[in-house]
């Protein structure tokens, strides 16, 4: 199988009202660096397909520069997949990138949680930055248990929600809903690099963690023996 990984976008650009939402960009683009720097080929899938919403972008920032402006990537971004498009044995890892759109479209998504779910079974990679982690909730494996249940998780804090203002416009809190599904999850303080592994699972709990993500990713996949 070749090196491949699905990085998964929100489709939703709308926070309750207040301003336009997406994914953000840094989240994306930083592990998008690492990644290719270590030979693995990047796809993209959203929830409804089609053009990604971005937020966040910061054109100072040589890898968001890049990211944005690859000829690839733009395609890529203009026409992400629909769930329906993904085969899960394609891929040795699925992450989800981050931005307050996916408070919207992540966690109730079967397709995208049956597409982690397959990768995780399949001796895959399962991770998440930021608020992307809302695509961890209700994944649930073939033996019926939850993929975040006693395992050690880090995510976008209920005291970072709450902190611009923000903890009654998003529909629930990420911190609280891993919790109430089993997670162990580990807080550090506000805007602090916060990346956790556990077994192959991997989280990071907001942009500064999105490098030390996709770094662990790979130390696992290294350390796995090649797949057919």
């Not at 054109?59 to 402006?69: G, N, S, T």
């Not at 759109?101 to 079967?110: A, E, I, V």
């Given at each position: 199988m070749s090196k491949r990984i699905l990085f998964v976008l929100t489709s939703h650009d709308d926070l309750a009202g207040l301003r336009k939402t997406g994914f953000y960009v840094s989240e994306a683009a930083h592990p998008f660096h690492v990644f290719k720097q270590h030979g693995y080929q990047i796809d993209f899938v959203s929830p409804l397909g089609g053009k990604a919403p971005i937020n966040g972008l910061?054109?100072?920032?040589?890898?968001?520069?890049?990211?944005?402006?690859?000829?690839?990537?733009?395609?890529?971004?203009?026409?992400?997949?629909?769930?329906?498009?993904?085969?899960?044995?394609?891929?040795?890892?699925?992450?989800?990138?981050?931005?307050?759109?996916?408070?919207?479209?992540?966690?109730?998504?079967?397709?995208?949680?049956?597409?982690?779910?397959?990768?995780?079974?399949?001796?895959?990679?399962?991770?998440?930055?930021?608020?992307?982690?809302?695509?961890?909730?209700?994944?649930?494996?073939?033996?019926?248990?939850?993929?975040?249940?006693?395992?050690?998780?880090?995510?976008?804090?209920?005291?970072e929600e709450a902190a611009p203002g923000l903890t009654g416009v998003v529909p629930f809190l990420l911190e609280s809903a891993l919790i109430e599904r089993g997670a162990n999850h580990i807080p550090a303080p506000l805007w602090a690099n916060n990346v956790q592994v556990s077994e192959r699972l991997v989280t990071g709990q907001n942009p500064a963690s999105a490098t030390g993500v996709a770094e662990a990713v790979v130390k696992l996949l290294e350390k796995q023996p090649a797949q057919v």
């Open positions: 910061n054109l100072e920032d040589p890898q968001q520069k890049a990211f944005i402006e690859d000829p690839e990537v733009a395609q890529k971004l203009n026409d992400t997949m629909t769930p329906d498009q993904v085969n899960p044995a394609d891929y040795e890892a699925i992450f989800y990138v981050g931005g307050h759109g996916t408070m919207w479209d992540f966690k109730d998504n079967t397709e995208l949680a049956r597409i982690a779910a397959s990768i995780y079974e399949q001796g895959g990679v399962v991770s998440a930055v930021c608020h992307g982690p809302a695509g961890l909730v209700n994944i649930r494996l073939s033996d019926g248990q939850s993929l975040v249940a006693g395992k050690n998780v880090a995510a976008f804090t209920n005291a």
